[in-house]
C-alpha cells in the first residue's frame, strides 16, 4: 500500500518534467532576447524602447493565457450524473450485459444524453460510476471524468476541455506571437551573425540559438493552432476529430456543428471585449449542447460519418451475440 502511494507521487512528479521544460525555455528565451540583444546588440535606443514594449505585451500575453490552462482543472460532471447508491447497487447486481444497458437507459431518460458507445448503449464510466455526458471523456492521467475533453497535453500536465479551452487556444495563438515577433526582430541580426560581422561569442550563441528555436516553434505552433481553429470553426475536439461520435441513430460526424459563428461563441462567448484574455466566457455549463439537427428546422436526421443521412426511425437493438442497426417500418 506504501509502496503503490510512493509510486503514484513519483509518476505525478514526472508529469512535471515536460511543463518545466517549457518553462526552462521560456525563460532562457526572454534572457537571451532583453539581454543580450536588445540590450548588448541593439544600439538605437528607439528601435530598443519599440521592441521591449511589442516583446513584453506578447511576453504577458502568453504568460497568463499558459498559467490559466495549466492551473486550471478540467470540469467534471455533476452530482445529477451520479449514480445513486441504490441505483448503483442494483446496477452491480445484474450480471447480464442487457440489464445493466436497461438500468442506465431508464437512469438517463432524466438526463440530456444524446451520445452513445459504439454498440448503441449509454456511455457509462466504470471508474468515476456515473453517466458520461455529452462529448465527455474518463482521462487515465487525471483519473477523473472531463467534459468536452479535447486531449490531455503533457507539456502542460492537465486536461483540455471545457473550462479551460479558450485558455489554449489564446495560449497557442500568443506563443505564436511571440516567436514571430522575435524572429521577425531578430532576423537582420541573426543574418550579420551568421556572416560574421559581429565577433562576441557568448552573444553570437545566444542571439544564433534563439532565432533557430523560434523559428522551429513558430513552425510547429502554425499548423497546431491552424488544426484547432478548423476544430473550432467545425465544433469538434480532437478526440471526436478521432473517433466519430456515435448516436441513437449511428455515428454523426457533424453533430455539434450548428455554423462557425455559433461554434465560435460557445468558446469564446458573446462578449467581444473577453476575447482577447483569458477568462472564462464559454457559453453553457459543459454538458449539453445544441445539436445541429434539433437547430434546424427540417426532421432531426443524422448525419452519419460519410456524410449520408440516417432514417429518423432507426433505432439500435440488443441480443446477447450481437447489436444491430434495424430501421422501423415509416
Given at each position: 500500500?506504501?509502496?503503490?502511494?510512493?509510486?503514484?507521487?513519483c509518476a505525478?512528479?514526472?508529469?512535471w518534467i515536460?511543463v518545466?521544460i517549457?518553462?526552462?525555455?521560456?525563460?532562457w528565451?526572454?534572457?537571451a532576447?532583453v539581454v543580450?540583444?536588445?540590450?548588448?546588440l541593439l544600439?538605437?535606443s528607439?528601435q530598443?524602447?519599440?521592441?521591449?514594449?511589442?516583446?513584453?505585451?506578447c511576453f504577458?500575453?502568453?504568460?497568463?493565457?499558459f498559467?490559466?490552462t495549466?492551473?486550471t482543472?478540467p470540469?467534471?460532471?455533476?452530482?445529477?450524473?451520479?449514480?445513486s447508491?441504490?441505483?448503483?447497487?442494483?446496477?452491480e447486481?445484474?450480471?447480464?450485459?442487457?440489464?445493466?444497458?436497461?438500468i442506465?437507459l431508464?437512469?438517463s431518460?432524466k438526463l440530456?444524453v444524446?451520445?452513445r458507445?459504439?454498440?448503441?448503449?449509454i456511455?457509462?464510466?466504470?471508474h468515476c460510476q456515473l453517466?458520461?455526458p455529452?462529448?465527455?471523456h474518463h482521462?487515465?492521467?487525471?483519473q477523473m471524468?472531463?467534459?468536452?475533453?479535447?486531449?490531455h497535453?503533457?507539456w502542460?500536465n492537465?486536461?483540455?476541455?471545457f473550462s479551460?479551452?479558450?485558455y489554449f487556444?489564446?495560449?497557442l495563438?500568443?506563443?505564436l506571437?511571440?516567436?514571430?515577433?522575435?524572429?521577425?526582430?531578430v532576423?537582420?541580426?541573426?543574418?550579420?551573425?551568421?556572416?560574421?560581422?559581429?565577433?562576441?561569442?557568448?552573444v553570437?550563441l545566444h542571439v544564433?540559438f534563439?532565432?533557430?528555436?523560434?523559428?522551429m516553434?513558430a513552425v510547429?505552433?502554425?499548423?497546431?493552432?491552424?488544426?484547432?481553429i478548423w476544430l473550432?470553426a467545425?465544433n469538434k475536439?480532437?478526440l471526436?476529430w478521432l473517433?466519430?461520435?456515435f448516436?441513437?441513430?449511428?455515428?454523426?460526424?457533424?453533430a455539434?456543428?450548428?455554423?462557425?459563428?455559433a461554434?465560435?461563441?460557445?468558446v469564446?462567448?458573446k462578449?467581444?471585449?473577453?476575447?482577447?484574455?483569458?477568462?472564462?466566457s464559454?457559453?453553457g455549463?459543459g454538458q449539453?449542447?445544441?445539436l445541429?439537427?434539433?437547430?434546424?428546422s427540417h426532421?432531426?436526421s443524422?448525419?452519419?460519418?460519410n456524410?449520408?443521412?440516417?432514417m429518423e426511425?432507426?433505432q439500435w437493438m440488443?441480443?446477447?451475440?450481437?447489436?444491430?442497426?434495424?430501421?422501423?417500418v415509416?
Amino acid at each position: 500500500m506504501l509502496l503503490t502511494a510512493c509510486l503514484r507521487r513519483c509518476a505525478r512528479l514526472l508529469h512535471w518534467i515536460p511543463v518545466t521544460i517549457v518553462i526552462m525555455v521560456v525563460m532562457w528565451s526572454y534572457y537571451a532576447y532583453v539581454v543580450h540583444f536588445c540590450w548588448i546588440l541593439l544600439s538605437c535606443s528607439t528601435q530598443r524602447v519599440v521592441f521591449l514594449c511589442l516583446f513584453h505585451v506578447c511576453f504577458g500575453m502568453f504568460s497568463w493565457s499558459f498559467w490559466k490552462t495549466l492551473s486550471t482543472p478540467p470540469s467534471s460532471p455533476s452530482v445529477e450524473f451520479q449514480l445513486s447508491s441504490s441505483d448503483l447497487l442494483l446496477y452491480e447486481q445484474e450480471r447480464g450485459g442487457m440489464e445493466k444497458s436497461q438500468i442506465l437507459l431508464e437512469i438517463s431518460q432524466k438526463l440530456s444524453v444524446h451520445t452513445r458507445t459504439a454498440a448503441g448503449a449509454i456511455r457509462f464510466c466504470h471508474h468515476c460510476q456515473l453517466i458520461k455526458p455529452d462529448r465527455c471523456h474518463h482521462c487515465s492521467v487525471c483519473q477523473m471524468c472531463v467534459l468536452k475533453m479535447d486531449h490531455h497535453c503533457p507539456w502542460l500536465n492537465n486536461c483540455i476541455g471545457f473550462s479551460n479551452y479558450k485558455y489554449f487556444m489564446l495560449f497557442l495563438l500568443y506563443l505564436l506571437l511571440y516567436c514571430l515577433l522575435i524572429v521577425a526582430t531578430v532576423t537582420p541580426t541573426f543574418i550579420q551573425l551568421w556572416l560574421g560581422k559581429l565577433f562576441d561569442s557568448c552573444v553570437k550563441l545566444h542571439v544564433l540559438f534563439l532565432t533557430l528555436v523560434s523559428a522551429m516553434f513558430a513552425v510547429t505552433l502554425c499548423f497546431l493552432l491552424l488544426f484547432h481553429i478548423w476544430l473550432l470553426a467545425s465544433n469538434k475536439t480532437t478526440l471526436e476529430w478521432l473517433s466519430v461520435p456515435f448516436f441513437v441513430d449511428g455515428p454523426a460526424s457533424e453533430a455539434f456543428d450548428v455554423g462557425v459563428r455559433a461554434n465560435f461563441l460557445q468558446v469564446f462567448g458573446k462578449n467581444k471585449s473577453l476575447w482577447p484574455f483569458p477568462v472564462f466566457s464559454s457559453q453553457g455549463d459543459g454538458q449539453s449542447f445544441p445539436l445541429r439537427w434539433l437547430m434546424s428546422s427540417h426532421s432531426p436526421s443524422v448525419m452519419n460519418g460519410n456524410g449520408h443521412c440516417a432514417m429518423e426511425g432507426s433505432q439500435w437493438m440488443t441480443s446477447s451475440n450481437e447489436i444491430r442497426l434495424t430501421e422501423r417500418v415509416m
